[in-house]
């Protein structure tokens, strides 16, 4: 079975850009959930969609914002891009919903901006 | 809002010399308590959900256990693969989410 595909796997940018990441889920799961990890804060939920519909977001400027399509692949997309930007973005998939079990990440989009 | 802090930042063990990772958490109903493992350079990989206080998982040298407000990672004489970052995350409420600490980096040396 598959796991979580993320592309691109590294990308630079520089400010006030915008900047594309891609997630394909496992099959058959239908929820995608976006964080962004930096050293110093961990790991930062930024949003979750569910068959098309974004049920939660995290506390992010509208700068940051997502779909997900109807074959659960997920997107999202900063634009203006700012330096303190720079992390590593990780999708992660689960059959319903992230807090009824176990979730599965993808390797991460490393995105450094200058 | 949901907080996780887990302790130390960072573990140094000798090959074989056991010790526990703490995970202490302030959430509005416990949904689930996770722990993942990641290293360098890849996305966390799951490891443990507990449900409930009281509540124990093992595998292989880790076993976590569950009490109403923090969590322990044990590892039993742990060898140098089990160096990684340990991450701790909790779920509550009816909210599609997933709230992780900050982690706690152990190293394992031969």
């Known amino acids: 079975k598959a796991g979580v595909t993320q592309t691109p796997r590294y990308l630079i940018k520089t400010r006030g850009q915008q900047v594309t990441l891609s997630c394909s889920p496992i099959?058959?799961?239908?929820?995608v959930s976006w964080y962004q990890q930096t050293p110093g804060q961990g790991l930062q939920f930024l949003f979750e969609y569910f068959s098309e519909t974004q049920r939660n977001k995290g506390n992010f400027p509208g700068r940051f914002s997502g779909r997900q399509f109807s074959n659960s692949r997920s997107e999202m997309n900063v634009s203006t891009l700012e330096l303190g930007d720079s992390a590593l973005y990780l999708c992660?998939?689960?059959?319903?919903?992230?807090?009824?079990?176990?979730?599965?990440f993808g390797e991460g989009s490393r995105l450094t901006v200058l | 809002e949901d907080q996780v802090t887990q302790s130390p930042e960072a573990l140094r063990l000798q090959e074989g010399e056991s010790s526990s990772l703490n995970c202490s958490y302030t959430v509005s109903g416990l949904r689930g308590l996770f722990w993942y493992r990641q290293d360098p350079g890849k996305g966390p990989e799951f490891l443990f959900t507990?449900?409930?206080a009281g509540e124990e998982k093992e595998k292989e040298r880790l076993k976590a256990t569950l009490t109403k407000k923090e969590s322990f990672l044990h590892i039993t004489a742990p060898k140098p693969e089990d160096s990684a970052t340990y991450l701790c995350a909790v779920a509550s409420g009816g909210y599609q989410k997933v709230t992780f600490g900050t982690g706690t980096k152990l190293q394992v040396i031969p």
């Open positions: 507990l449900y409930s």
């Open positions: 099959s058959g799961h239908r929820s």
């Open positions: 992660a998939s689960s059959p319903t919903g992230p807090n009824t079990g176990e979730l599965f």
